[in-house]
């Protein structure tokens, strides 16, 4: 029987990689207030605005309580309920036909982290869908790109415990807002800086709440990190300020970095990225003299058409100084390696019968919807909203509004995409769930246990693949195991000696269990050769330059800005972003621009401007100073859709690919910025 009153640890299922300890507060059965768990080793009771005010999410008014079919046009949003029978039969009875005639490939299914939770969001969805034999979805929005890159030069997701990081004296945020997005990393930083006067240093396109907050802000024009980051190197090589004996024995093709990078002199490099001489030299000394020095490596630069070899270039630098023997220096890009599950047991792509089933981009759904031949004829979408997070956004919708395709929407709220949908399932928030969920950040695996009952008649994803299992016909065992069972599995991981011994009992009892971590040297990495990659054959044999290299990003139009959609504080991607008490907090969309081109366009503060490009047009507010470099313009946050409004960022946004992991290029678009003479 569950509790009705009482508080109760749980854990935050968003996308975030701080995936914090919560403290969940019931009464009659209902969660009343939402606070951190202070006994969370790495959280340790602080949480952000997003989670504190989880509570009005989950009881929002809104939120979809049955199924329901389309009765009006597509985009209009007007449903009928149905039943739970009716919505599964609907939707095997359309899939079965569909696969009679045009093939299991004309299904696509379209998902990312909505909720963190594997099971949820990478467990029964995938046994089912390969089952199925649908189009693969190749789930590659955020971080791919910058995975692929950093695993060339460490041989995988491994970084340093940031728990270590209070011992750091130069912390380094490099391309990451992490007040908004890592607000723990932030934590430990100000601790180091208050016990050792460690300095902090922020390197990005916008001036956000963590440049304010930073020692030494240092902007840059979008996607030449790479270069800046050679410059760098090209210093320490110079100067002597690299650790020859690390670099002796941990790495390989020093030695040809040391005369690859002699090209990229100060003066070069302030000429690409915008930065002083001065600074650059200030930079590199202040890295190559200060000891214990930690860079977290962000989601910012990756977003560029460049994005893999910013990732892979700058990951390098702590091995120059051998800051990775050191408790408090290094580097993090992300820690998932360490918590590793079996995916295997927990995926079964086994199931999928057709080994050469194609693979689709996410980040190109407006062409699949569009041009793909053979063409998408139904698209399942769940724990995603890709009519507002997915980049060229008018296209996506075009795509969408096909009557030919045959949409089913799974989500908490009759979302953007949901009202192009023919049937629309509620879904069941994380906190009615179980689920087990693993950081990508901290060392910790967390369990969540159901804490109140599902909300009216919504369903987890994996109840609602366990029907359509059964509506399909599918009868193997998979289809039947419970989320204590699937659990179980996905431990059952003898490839990573991290989580060795830990069994869902153990997990259950404890709420969470920090992996059995040990630093990374003296060691062997997962690279061929044992060691960190400088110079990398695998990357020569794969057609990339084997040494970093500073490679500019695509000419995107004749446009005079670049432009930075980048996120803000109080939503997460598209969620929150349709709950009022977020959008209280966040308050209305701005387009930050430099003074100078406000000046020269006649453009002043507070007024609304004309953003737009060959892709599409946005009406923001502008806020002039200089929180961007002259010739960049940002935005901060996925906005939901108003009427009369044109807030959609994602209209502007490129669908190229990436240099590396099929990633996202976001960050590298550019568009025109006009002065409105009439208000909006």
């Not at 919505?87 to 004309?106: M, Q, Y």
């Not at 962000?298 to 460049?306: F, K, L, T, V």
């Amino acid at each position: 029987m569950m509790e009705q009153n009482g508080v109760i640890k749980s854990v935050c299922p968003l996308d975030c990689p701080d995936q914090c300890g919560l403290l969940l507060h019931k009464a009659e059965g209902r969660v009343v207030k939402v606070e951190g768990d202070p006994e969370h080793p790495v959280t340790k009771g602080n949480i952000c605005n997003k989670v504190r005010n989880m509570t009005s999410r989950i009881y929002d008014d809104n939120r979809l309580k049955y199924p329901m079919k389309r009765v009006g046009a597509k985009g209009e949003g007007r449903f009928e309920r149905i039943s739970w029978d009716e919505a599964i039969e609907t939707i095997t009875s359309r899939w079965k036909k569909l696969i009679e005639t045009e093939g299991p490939e004309s299904i696509l299914p379209y998902s990312f982290y909505g909720n963190m939770g594997l099971l949820n969001a990478e467990g029964m969805d995938r046994r089912f869908f390969h089952r199925l034999g649908a189009s693969q979805l190749d789930r590659s929005i955020c971080s791919s790109a910058g995975s692929a890159g950093y695993r060339y030069t460490m041989g995988g997701s491994f970084g340093v415990d940031p728990e270590d990081t209070i011992h750091s004296k130069l912390i380094i945020f490099w391309g990451i807002n992490a007040a908004s997005t890592n607000m723990h990393q932030v934590a430990l930083a100000q601790k180091a800086r208050k016990q050792n006067g460690a300095k902090i240093v922020v390197i990005d396109v916008h001036k956000n709440q963590t440049g304010r907050l930073a020692d030494w802000f240092i902007p840059i024009l979008p996607g030449t990190d790479s270069a800046l980051a050679l410059g760098i190197m090209h210093i320490l090589f110079a100067e002597n300020l690299v650790d020859s004996s690390f670099l002796q024995e941990y790495t390989v093709g020093y030695e040809e970095l040391r005369e690859h990078v002699i090209q990229y002199d100060p003066t070069t490099v302030s000429g690409i990225t915008g930065v002083p001489v001065e600074d650059i030299y200030k930079l590199a000394r202040m890295y190559g003299n200060t000891t214990p020095a930690f860079i977290r490596i962000g989601n910012g630069p990756q977003h560029h058409d460049n994005g893999g070899m910013f990732v892979r270039t700058v990951s390098c630098l702590p091995a120059l100084t051998g800051q990775w023997l050191i408790k408090g220096g290094g580097a993090i890009k992300g820690n998932s390696g360490y918590l590793a599950v079996n995916a295997v047991k927990l995926q079964r792509p086994r199931l999928l019968k057709n080994k050469k089933t194609r693979v689709i981009n996410m980040n190109q759904l407006g062409d699949a919807l569009l041009d793909i031949d053979p063409p998408v004829k139904s698209l399942y979408v769940y724990s995603s909203n890709p009519a507002v997070v997915a980049p060229e956004g008018v296209k996506v919708r075009k795509g969408l509004e096909r009557e030919d395709l045959f949409i089913v929407v799974h989500d908490l709220f009759l979302t953007e995409t949901a009202k192009y949908a023919d049937i629309v399932l509620p879904a069941t928030s994380s906190f009615e769930n179980t689920d087990v969920y693993t950081s990508y950040w901290h060392h910790y695996i967390q369990v969540q246990q159901p804490v109140i009952e599902a909300y009216e008649e919504s369903k987890s994803n994996v109840d609602v693949f366990r029907l359509l299992a059964k509506g399909m016909g599918f009868e193997e065992s998979a289809f039947e195991e419970t989320e204590e069972e699937m659990i179980a599995e996905a431990l059952d991981f003898r490839a990573n000696p991290y989580l060795d011994g830990l069994d869902y009992e153990t997990l259950a009892a404890k709420q969470y269990v920090k992996a059995k971590v040990k630093p990374l040297f003296p060691g062997k990495l997962r690279t061929p050769s044992g060691k960190i990659e400088l110079y990398s054959k695998r990357m020569k044999a794969n057609g990339y330059p084997p040494l970093p290299t500073y490679i500019p990003i695509v000419v995107d139009g004749d446009h005079p800005y670049h432009f930075i959609p980048a996120p803000n504080h109080n939503f997460l991607n598209s969620t929150f972003s349709n709950n009022q008490k977020h959008i209280s907090l966040e308050k209305e969309p701005r387009l930050h621009m430099n003074r100078k081109d406000a000046e020269t366009s006649g453009i002043v503060d507070g007024e609304h401007v004309r953003v737009w490009n060959q892709r599409g047009e946005c009406i923001l507010k502008v806020t002039v100073g200089e929180n961007v470099l002259p010739g960049v313009v940002a935005t901060q946050g996925l906005w939901a859709d108003l009427e009369g409004t044109k807030q959609l960022v994602n209209t502007l946004t490129p669908d190229r690919i990436a240099d590396m992991g099929g990633g996202a290029t976001f960050f590298s678009g550019r568009v025109s910025v006009e002065k409105i003479y009439s208000d909006v």
